[in-house]
Nanobody
Framework: QVQLVESGGGSVQTGGSLRLSCAAS????????MGWFRQAPGKEREFVGA????????NYADSVKGRFTIFRDNAKNTVYLQMNSLKPEDTAVYYC?????????????????WGQGAQVTVSS
C-alpha cells in the first residue's frame, strides 16, 4: 500500500515556475514508477510525465517536454515535478500516481495509487 500527498501548488503568471512535491508513505516507494497527471475542468485526465523507479529514465507528454522535469529522491520517498515557462493551458489539478508494473506508461488505468491533487493556476 502506498499513500501519496501532493504539495506545492498555487498561482503563477505566464512564464513563471512552480515545483510540485509528492510524498509517499511505504517502504517500497523505490520500487514504483511514479507518474504525474493533470485534469483541467471539463477535460479528461492527461498524462504529464513519469519516472522509473531508479530515476534513470523519464517520459514526458509532448505538451510539456522541455518545460517540465520530473525527478525523485528515494531516500526521502518523494517525487518532484518542476514546471518552468508555465502557460495558461497548464492550469489544472495535478496528481501524482504510482505503479509497480514497470515501464513509463502514460495510461492512468495502469496506476494503482493516487494522491489527492494539487491546483496549479497560470494567469495570462
Amino acid at each position: 500500500q502506498v499513500q501519496l500527498v501532493e504539495s506545492g501548488g498555487g498561482s503563477v503568471q505566464t512564464g513563471g515556475s512552480l515545483r510540485l512535491s509528492c510524498a509517499a508513505s511505504g517502504r517500497t516507494f523505490s520500487r514504483y514508477t511514479m507518474g504525474w497527471f493533470r485534469q483541467a475542468p471539463g477535460k479528461e485526465r492527461e498524462f504529464v510525465g513519469a519516472i522509473i523507479w531508479s530515476g534513470g529514465s523519464t517520459n514526458y507528454a509532448d505538451s510539456v517536454k522541455g518545460r517540465f522535469t520530473i525527478f525523485r529522491d528515494n531516500a526521502k520517498n518523494t517525487v518532484y515535478l518542476q514546471m518552468n515557462s508555465l502557460k495558461p493551458e497548464d492550469t489544472a489539478v495535478y496528481y501524482c500516481a504510482a505503479q509497480n508494473r514497470g515501464g513509463l506508461s502514460g495510461n492512468p488505468l495502469l496506476y494503482d495509487y493516487w494522491g489527492q491533487g494539487a491546483q496549479v493556476t497560470v494567469s495570462s
